[in-house]
């Protein structure tokens, strides 16, 4: 299904590869233009490449996520240059697994904390002020179906992730009156640099990666708006069908759905 994201204007962090660029790469096609930023300028270029020669619109920012100064200078620069800023992706994430709790370097564990949730903040912080300010805007989380559970080997990914998820759901709550929404968007296993250093991984059948073209597909739905009533919500690209959710977002909403939350 196509769908048209003419005169947006959508920053995607970790866009120089992998999911981050799968995303900006759909988004520009839809008509957005297309910002990506990253630590590596190379592979930022090579993104941008990719998008242009396609005939999109495509930019790059080289930004450390968790660098709180120069994340608030290139969304400054960002928001000079093009007027706005209507979609945000937090796509920019690491992982350290393959360790339990007490064996892991206490600085490499917060290290995930600070590019996975910090990160995420950061820029979602600074694109909520133009967002805020023009009434409209959507902010896409990259999240993990091990947010939602306690993993004994990913301890430092499983709490990013899961406060990823509240942090979502805190934006959604204060930011609906500004008609500005915010979600989770959990990609299942999809085949990455990150994934594929996994030993648990390395012999999985193909049927149990998820295409990375599906986490774009999704994150463009997302951003035409058409799932707006569903802010706050965690949304899985496999496990969840999304034309579905929308159909039922009342009955979502009325029963608390699709959001993690406690139970006696």
């Known amino acids: 299904m196509e769908h048209s994201l003419d005169g947006q204007v959508a920053v995607v962090t970790g866009g120089g590869r992998?999911?981050?660029?799968?995303?900006?790469?759909?988004?520009?096609?839809?008509?957005?233009?297309?910002?990506?930023?990253?630590r590596t300028r190379k592979s930022?270029?090579?993104?941008?490449?990719?998008?242009?020669?396609?005939?999109g619109k495509c930019n790059a920012f080289v930004m450390d996520v968790v660098d709180s100064e120069i994340v608030k200078s290139a969304f400054n620069h960002i928001i000079s240059k093009y007027g706005s800023i209507d979609l945000l992706v937090n796509n920019a994430g690491i992982g350290a697994g393959g360790l339990l709790p007490w064996e892991i370097d206490v600085d490499d564990w917060w290290r995930v904390l600070?590019?996975?949730?910090?990160?995420?903040f950061l820029c979602s912080h600074a694109a909520l002020t133009t967002m805020i300010e023009n009434k409209k805007g959507r902010i896409i989380n990259l999240g993990s179906n091990v947010g939602l559970h306690p993993a004994a080997m990913t301890s430092?990914?499983?709490?990013?992730?899961?406060?990823?998820?509240?942090?979502?759901?805190?934006?959604?709550?204060?930011?609906?009156?500004?008609?500005?929404?915010?979600?989770?968007?959990?990609?299942?296993?999809?085949?990455?640099?990150m994934t594929r250093a996994v030993e648990i991984f390395k012999n999985l059948p193909d049927s149990e990666w998820t295409p990375i073209e599906k986490v774009a597909e999704l994150c463009v739905f997302l951003a035409t708006g058409q799932a707006d009533k569903l802010t706050g919500r965690f949304i899985h690209v496999v496990e969840d069908d999304i034309t579905d959710l929308v159909q039922r977002a009342d009955e979502v909403i009325e029963k608390n759905l699709n959001v993690m939350s406690f139970h006696r």
């Open 44 to 55: 930022l270029e090579e993104t941008v490449e990719l998008i242009t020669k396609d005939g």
């Open 156 to 193: 430092a990914y499983s709490v990013s992730k899961s406060a990823l998820l509240h942090l979502t759901g805190c934006i959604a709550a204060a930011a609906l009156e500004h008609n500005v929404s915010a979600f989770v968007v959990s990609p299942g296993l999809v085949l990455t640099d």
């Open 114 to 120: 600070e590019v996975n949730l910090r990160g995420a």
């Open 18 to 38: 992998g999911i981050g660029q799968e995303i900006a790469k759909a988004l520009a096609k839809a008509g957005a233009r297309a910002v990506v930023t990253g």
